[in-house]
């Protein structure tokens, strides 16, 4: 997998942390499934971060109950996963048509260990490299979806500015009505609590892009409209 996307075995292995202590935040049962000896050595690089664990964990919470409101109201409603990593919502999450892209080494990693025809619900994994993938044409098939939900969950802080803005175009172009939830990092927290972590992202060989003095302003000005914020 390329540098960004082995980063997603942190996540995970925050989520299995997460789930195996006595009182789990978000509680994905599923996640020990892919800490294989790979998953762990990289998740050893970053066990010793206990306050961004937590937050990572709290993130993911968060990210879930959203979507169990929007399920409530849309049953039937379609989620799309934007560098999906080794998310396992489809399996948890009750209704919902999913849609999961990343790295296709990724997906291939993820699909031994939970198999998308084994999911509950209605699962497509799409794989793409985002650097040369044209992602309006990626997901053409679901284009016109009325009420979308599209999920940028870890990765807002690895876009630059040119290849957000590309993104939020294709999102636009696809699904005029979508919603976004994504987490932001800005310019302070990312210097008070994203040092360590940010060396150890480096040494995978991977990193941040830019920092953003006020990152809501600049997704707003995307063409999105800021509705709410934990």
């Known amino acids: 997998m390329d540098p960004i996307a082995r980063t997603a075995y942190y996540c995970c292995g925050v989520r299995a942390a997460d789930a195996a202590s006595p009182r789990p935040i978000c509680g994905d049962h599923l ?11 990289v998740f050893a690089r970053f066990e010793r971060f206990r306050g961004p664990n937590l937050s990572n964990a709290a993130r993911h919470r968060l990210v879930d109950d959203l979507l169990r409101e929007y399920l409530a109201r849309r049953p039937d409603g379609l989620v799309v996963l934007l560098g999906a990593g080794f998310d396992t919502r489809a399996f948890r999450l009750p209704g919902g048509r999913w849609v999961e892209l990343d790295h296709p080494a990724l997906l291939a990693r993820k699909a031994r260990a ?14 793409i490299d985002f650097a040369t993938r044209d992602l309006a044409e990626t ?3 679901w284009a016109g979806e009325d009420d979308a939900v599209v999920v940028l969950e870890g990765v807002s802080m690895y876009l630059t500015d040119a290849a957000f803005t590309a993104t939020a175009r294709a999102l636009h172009a696809v699904f005029p009505r979508h919603t976004l939830l994504c987490d932001l990092m800005d310019a302070r927290f990312a210097r008070r609590f994203g040092g360590g972590l940010r060396g150890e992202i480096r ?9 953003r ?8 000005a995307l063409g999105y409209t800021h509705r709410s914020a934990a």
């Open 31 to 41: 996640a020990a499934r892919f800490m294989d000896e790979e998953a762990r050595a």
């Open 139 to 141: 997901l053409a098939p």
């Open 213 to 220: 003095a006020d990152p809501v302003a600049f997704v707003s």
């Open 114 to 127: 939970l198999p998308a025809n084994a999911a509950p619900r209605p699962l497509a994994r799409v794989g």
């Open 203 to 211: 040494a995978l060989g991977g990193d941040f892009a830019p920092d």
